[in-house]
């Protein structure tokens, strides 16, 4: 059996131990997504994922990405309609050290201005091109028409109108509302023992 452990706080974390190869990673899943964008805020979730990791108190984007290079590593973020992830993959023997970095950036994102300009502009490109796909233009408005005020009523990147006024300042009360221990679970995966993760 794979052990649940209930961690202080309410958060839950599961190990499954696998000796296939000297990798470890770790995933955190947290309840929320596009269900609990705010009102008028839609494409705030997919904004924060591909901002989440350019920055945080401690370091720049470019020293975050030199750090995951010293640790032989890797990490993405992602989201959906319930949930947002952060997860990295380290080599079993930097995995200690890059569990720092990693909870950093979990916890500490500061979401820099320009990064957020940057990323909202190609956002709102993408948008734009939408017109031109048939598939997605159709899509958007079913679900416009099937989910009504629902927060599921459009695609994650948002709409237009919502996107450009979404602010540094809502990505980090969002993340601050979110990142709770009742709301998150860790997966921990890879060569490694349940005490050693502990």
């Known amino acids: 059996p794979i052990p649940v452990i209930d961690l202080p706080g309410g ?3 599961i190990v499954q131990t696998d000796r296939k190869a000297p990798l470890v990673s770790i995933r955190t899943v ?3 997504g596009q269900r609990a964008e705010p009102q008028g805020k839609a494409g705030l979730v997919r904004l924060l994922t591909s901002v989440w990791d ?9 020293e975050i990405e030199r750090d995951l290079d010293r640790l032989g590593a890797s990490l993405s973020a992602s989201s959906d309609r319930d949930a947002l992830q952060l997860s990295a993959r380290f080599l079993k023997e930097t995995f200690a050290a890059g569990l720092e970095l990693y ?13 957020v300009e940057r990323e909202r502009a190609a956002h709102l490109r993408y948008l734009e091109t939408l017109k031109e796909n048939r ?3 159709a899509f958007q408005h079913f679900l416009q028409t099937f989910y009504g005020a629902h927060p599921y009523n459009h695609l994650a990147l948002g709409r237009r109108d919502s996107l450009a006024s979404v602010t540094r300042a809502d990505l980090l009360a969002f993340h601050d509302m979110l990142l709770r221990p009742d709301r998150t679970v860790y997966v921990v995966v890879g060569d490694i023992a349940v005490d050693e993760v502990l």
Do not use: V, Y
């Open 11 to 13: 958060s839950k974390l």
């Open 30 to 32: 947290i309840d929320g």
């Open 54 to 62: 350019m920055g945080t108190s401690l370091h720049s984007a470019a």
């Open 103 to 115: 909870f950093e950036i979990l916890a500490e994102p500061t979401f820099p201005e320009a990064e």
């Open 135 to 137: 598939f997605q233009f």
